[in-house]
């Protein structure tokens, strides 16, 4: 009975913070539970279930041209290691999850996420090899979506200047995060995106950066937050939005 009243408080605590100013992203979707593993699509269900504001996922585009959804830039498949890159999708997705799911192409993915109305997605492109390679899977991406009308449901974050810009190009509507953390907030304006998305060592060194990006009308959100101290301090800078491997204690915390 203590376990599920304790459930219960723990998932109230999760949707409490839905009207809160910070909200919760969980970080390659909510995987440090019992059946679940980084990116895949249980990790995307289980997010959802406890009604985070976004589950973030990691992609890259294969060989033959295919987005798929992995967070390394490489796997060991039958003892070789391949690089997502340069090896097909039909090999790719014969890798197993720690949970004994398949890699997922971002296909699967989405058709996971249509069933998924609690949370949105938070896509990771990847930084590839070439900037074609960047532009090809920003194109796919955004038509993807577009063509399953989930504009709305959707953001987009990246290490590549090069994807917030094309992103941005394609989709000025959109809502893109650079993740660097090497630009001012001045400078994010100016390109045009919707905030910026730092490691938490990088807002503790800058955290006059919060209030800058309030200021210009841009958000903040921080990675990867899951120590009780930088979950607070965080909360205290009022950041919009904590991307985090630990989302229930996160949300326990927001509740108090």
């Given at each position: ?123 990771e492109f990847k930084s590839h090899k070439t900037k074609y390679q960047e532009d090809e899977l920003t194109e796919k991406v955004l038509k993807m979506i577009r063509d399953r009308k989930l504009q709305n449901r959707v953001e987009y974050i990246s290490f590549s200047l090069n994807f917030v810009v094309k992103t941005i190009q394609l989709d000025p509507l959109a809502h893109v995060y650079f993740l660097s953390g090497n630009l001012s907030p001045s400078y994010i304006k100016q ?66």
């Amino acid at each position: 009975m203590k376990f599920r009243n304790l459930v219960f408080i723990t998932l109230f605590a999760i949707g409490f913070q839905l009207q809160a100013q910070t909200q919760i992203i969980a970080h390659r979707g909510f995987w440090k539970t019992d059946g679940s593993a980084q990116n895949s699509l249980t990790a995307l269900k289980k997010a959802n279930e406890i009604k985070a504001y976004g589950s973030e996922l990691d992609i890259w585009l294969s060989s033959d041209g295919i987005p798929v959804v992995f967070h390394d830039g490489s796997l060991t498949l039958n003892g070789e290691k391949l690089i997502i890159q340069d090896t097909p999708a039909s090999v790719l997705t014969q890798f197993k999850l720690s949970n004994g799911e398949n890699l997922p192409t971002f296909e699967e993915y989405l058709d996971t996420f249509e069933n998924c109305h609690d949370t949105k997605l938070i896509i990771e492109f990847k930084s590839h090899k070439t900037k074609y390679q960047e532009d090809e899977l920003t194109e796919k991406v955004l038509k993807m979506i577009r063509d399953r009308k989930l504009q709305n449901r959707v953001e987009y974050i990246s290490f590549s200047l090069n994807f917030v810009v094309k992103t941005i190009q394609l989709d000025p509507l959109a809502h893109v995060y650079f993740l660097s953390g090497n630009l001012s907030p001045s400078y994010i304006k100016q390109i045009g995106a919707s905030g910026i998305d730092y490691n938490v060592k990088v807002i503790k060194d800058n955290p006059q950066w919060v209030k800058e990006c309030h200021d210009l009308g841009l958000k903040v959100n921080v990675w990867t937050v899951n120590t009780p101290e930088d979950i607070q301090q965080m909360i205290d800078l009022k950041v919009d939005f904590i991307t985090t491997d630990v989302p229930l204690l996160v949300g326990e915390m927001l509740s108090k």
